[in-house]
């Protein structure tokens, strides 16, 4: 049983080089048990360490300090003290005890939370998730605490941050999912729907055997955001979307399914009042503030119909078909899309017209040039990414053990020798 | 028939000189499917058989009462006291109702005697056939078949007719034997307006290797040609319509008249047709012109269609609609057909030009500026028009889609979608692996 002290010397001995630490790391674990027992251990011991240097051991002595419970004055101190180490810690040492370091850091969002200041916690998960992250391309189970954390502090453009990397690698569904609908409820705080879409469709078409909860929140986000972005309503599930996904998500979202299939007729007012019908469900979602936005977004989709069949059209013309009040109101509209971007057109206030333009993008720029170049290089990429993955999984063992298995059932013979035989069980 | 000439002869005085005063000679020659209100004592006499009465009693159904119901439920009255079905005859009289005086009342007497006779009828060709059948010889036994056909057709009991005939199929030793059953057959199934069947026995037929009477393919056109327009299947109708023989004349009577191959196949080919089909095949087609010459106003409506005149060819249609709701098969697609041939109107109107002036575009098509700017606005969105609505100066102006920016435009959307489907199927299949490791052995 060794000593507070010990581990204290034996940690500022053995955190130089990589050796050292191996050997560090083995004391560590075995020291592990009886620091947990060992009232000497205080947070002022701490303070002999120095969290740059010795973060493999400062790491071990602030899980053991914080795995019980704290009592809440301690409570600040202890969240300063775990900020610092992450602003603090080497990424190296840190790796080499991964889901400690992660524990930690669950540990740390769960009190900053209790103390109800979820802002003081973002900047450092943010700092974690880089450290902890072998490669950009790889999900960590860091991933979604952060985001969470960024929503509530309404922090959202460093979770965007968190979210521009591509994803490419994930180790366990659950962190994914949640990655994936915490991101897309960031996404769309930003107001960037089209990212949005991607990530909670990721989710909704993720392979799953039971309908997950997570899957089903985000495919009622889905939906809307669908309706938000590209003004149409598709009721059937994407085709690659799981089996228990497609059966089991119509019935348990219906009023969502509602909205959507009267929101393809293009009536205003039917759209109201599916809402008010269903706004006690919506609430409960809490998407009340979404379905609003769905359904102002219609008069948008409606007088994008009308630059596809018009050139001209007058002010109050508009108006009335698109249901709006008045055309002030529609005046107000289209100036709003003018600006966003959404249409081209010229108002001419004086005979209260409106003039469609075509779209006058020339695609003779040199921005276009790179924009274009930027889009091929990436795609390139990808193409590599792929066949490297079909590469490895064609080498990877267990792979070849499954399919080899099913090989037995089905005897094609000997010229179908895609597996060796090795691999037949 | 003195009357009837002095009816028609007013305002289609043109007409009958170019059917070269064919007042006197049968009615066949005279323009029945016009814009007039119907004759149906000509119109009745186009037709025999059991066919005669259900369109009259259709008519009847359907022509909102007044002189036209009674006089046609006359006429359905003699015409079923001609033949052996009493149900019918019940039918009939209980729609006439006494309002045609003592004579057309109910005959019970009458219903009786007929009642017997086909029992008599029915008991005697039982025993033939039972005797045919220990005997085993294959002809009298179709023969036998054949007349119980007949006999139950003429009882108005069509079901058992048309067992019958079927039955027959495995006594038919020649190809003519086998021709007569497959007509019997489709006889029936119009009647009883299951169409399918009248299309799987024309297949049968066709399957034939013998050449055919030119008159029997005619008929079998005509009935291929009906079984595609209740299916709706307009273009295949109006190919076959229009492929049928001159020759057959009135000898298809019991089914269809040729009055009517011209105005079915014309309207199908009018809502279904583009233009240089409809120019080969109906315009340039002279067997076809001796159908169109019988309803000259169909002739007209079509080469006014061809030559854009299209206010009177809408004229036409208008006043041919009446009559038209009146006829047994066309009636339920009377409003599509319609439909069809008014949208092809509109965009053939505005293909030639750049520009269109709205108002008068309205006046072609007699209606009002912002009616026609609804209809235009649905072609539009079907993409059916390329052309954009200036609503502030009223004009229709072409628009070309351009190339070049389209394809540029799909080319970076196919872009974007490749990169988000690629990256969410690595992420689907790294998920699955993970299963797989889940699940280890």
């Given at each position: ?425 | ?18 059917n070269g005063g064919g007042e006197e000679t049968s009615s066949n020659r005279r323009p029945i499917i016009t814009g007039e209100p119907l004759d149906i004592e000509a119109y009745a006499s186009m037709y025999r058989g059991r066919t005669k009465i259900t369109r ?39 729609k006439i109702n006494g309002r045609l005086g003592d004579k057309y009342g109910m005959d019970s007497a009458w219903c009786e005697t007929v009642d017997r006779r086909a029992e008599l009828k029915k008991g005697k060709l039982d025993s033939e056939l039972a005797s ?31 067992k019958n005939y079927v039955r027959t199929r495995d006594y038919c030793t020649t190809a003519k034997h086998i021709i007569h059953m497959c007509m019997n057959a489709i006889l029936v199934s119009i009647e009883m307006g299951q169409f399918s069947h009248v299309s ?242």
């Open positions: 049983m060794s000593s507070v002290e010990d581990v204290i010397t034996s940690i500022q001995g053995l955190s130089s080089s990589s050796r050292d630490l191996s050997a560090l790391h083995d004391l560590l674990k075995g020291a592990n048990e009886s620091l947990r027992a060992n009232s000497d251990l205080q947070l002022s011991t701490l303070d002999q360490l120095d969290p740059s240097k010795h973060s493999l051991g400062y790491l071990y002595l602030l899980d053991v300090l914080t795995c019980g419970p704290v009592p809440t004055e301690n409570a600040s101190d202890v969240v300063l003290l775990i900020a610092r180490f992450i602003n603090a810690c080497d990424a190296v040492q840190i790796r080499l005890a991964s889901e400690k370091f992660v524990s930690l850091c669950k540990r740390f969002k769960d009190k900053v939370l209790e103390l109800g200041d979820p802002l003081r916690g973002v900047a450092p998960l943010l700092k974690a998730v880089h450290k902890v992250q072998v490669s950009t391309k790889r999900l960590t189970s860091l991933h979604p605490d952060c985001l969470q954390l960024c929503l509530l502090a309404k922090c959202y453009k460093a979770g965007f941050s968190v979210l521009s990397d591509d994803i490419l690698e994930v180790d366990q569904p659950r962190d994914f999912y949640l990655y994936c609908y915490y991101g897309g409820m960031i996404c769309i705080g930003l107001k960037r729907f089209q990212k949005a879409l991607e990530l909670l469709y990721n989710v909704v078409t993720a392979p799953m055997h039971i309908v997950n909860a997570i899957a089903l929140e985000a495919y009622k986000k889905y939906i809307l955001v669908t309706l938000i972005h590209s003004g149409q309503f598709s009721i059937s599930l994407p085709k690659c979307a799981s089996t228990a996904a497609k059966s089991n998500f119509k019935t348990l979202c219906t009023p969502y399914i509602d909205v959507g299939m009267s929101y393809n007729d293009g009536k205003i007012s039917e759209l109201e009042a599916v809402v008010v019908a269903n706004s006690s469900d919506f609430e409960k979602d809490k998407n009340l503030g979404l379905v609003k936005q769905a359904v102002s977004s219609l008069y948008k989709r409606n007088i994008l119909r009308l630059t596809q069949k018009y050139l001209t059209l007058s002010l109050q013309d508009i108006a009335n078909m698109v249901q709006l009040a008045n055309a002030k109101d529609a005046e107000m509209h289209v100036l709003q899309m003018i600006q966003d971007g959404q249409i081209h057109a010229l108002i001419n206030q004086k005979d209260g017209m409106v003039r469609f333009l075509e779209d006058p993008e020339q695609y003779k720029t040199s921005e276009m040039i790179e924009i274009m170049d930027s889009v091929i290089q990436r795609t390139i990429g990808l193409s590599k990414n792929l066949l490297a993955m079909d590469e490895s999984l064609s080498c990877d063992p267990l792979y070849l053990g499954k399919v080899g298995r099913e090989r037995q059932r089905f005897d094609f013979g000997d010229d179908f020798d895609t597996v060796p035989q090795k691999f037949s069980m | 028939m003195e009357r009837d000439d002095e009816e028609t002869s007013g305002p289609m005085m043109e007409m009958c000189t170019t009259l009693l259709f008519i009847a159904n359907h022509c909102g009462g007044g002189n036209m119901q009674l006089e046609a439920l006359r006429m359905a009255y003699d015409e079923i006291k001609k033949g052996e079905n009493t149900q019918l005859f019940r039918e009939v009289v209980s045919y059948r220990t005997n085993l010889i294959k002809e009298s036994i179709r023969m036998g078949y054949n007349d119980f056909g007949d006999f139950y057709y003429a009882c108005g009991l069509l079901n058992d007719a048309f799987s026995y024309v297949n049968k037929v066709d399957q034939n290797p013998e050449t055919l009477d030119p008159i029997v393919a005619a008929k079998l056109r005509c009935a291929s040609g009906l079984a595609h327009l209740e299916l709706k299947k307009y273009k295949l109708a109006a190919r076959k319509f229009l492929d049928v023989n001159p020759e057959l004349g009135s000898s298809y009577n019991e089914v269809i008249a040729p009055q009517d191959v011209a105005t079915y196949g014309g309207l199908c080919a009018l809502a279904s047709f583009d233009r240089s089909e409809l120019k080969a095949k109906v315009i340039d087609n002279i067997n076809f012109r001796n159908f169109l010459e019988l309803v000259p106003e169909v002739r007209e409506l079509i080469n006014d269609f061809y030559s854009s005149r299209y206010a009177s060819c809408l004229e036409y249609l208008g006043s041919l609609r009446a009559n038209l709701l009146l006829d047994i098969h066309l009636h339920d697609h009377i409003d599509t057909l319609y439909d069809q041939i008014r949208k092809k109107a509109l965009i053939q109107y505005t293909l030639p030009f750049v520009s269109v002036d709205l108002s008068r575009m309205a006046d072609a098509f007699k209606t009002s500026v912002s009616g026609l700017e609804k209809e235009l606005e649905a072609l539009i969105t079907d993409d059916q028009i390329q052309a954009r609505i200036d609503s502030h100066n009223k004009i229709l102006y072409a628009r070309h889609a351009d190339q070049r920016n389209a394809t540029f435009q799909k080319v970076l959307q196919m872009g974007n979608e490749f990169d988000r489907d690629v990256r969410s199927m690595m992420l689907r299949a790294n998920l699955l692996k993970h299963e797989y490791h889940a699940r280890k052995p």
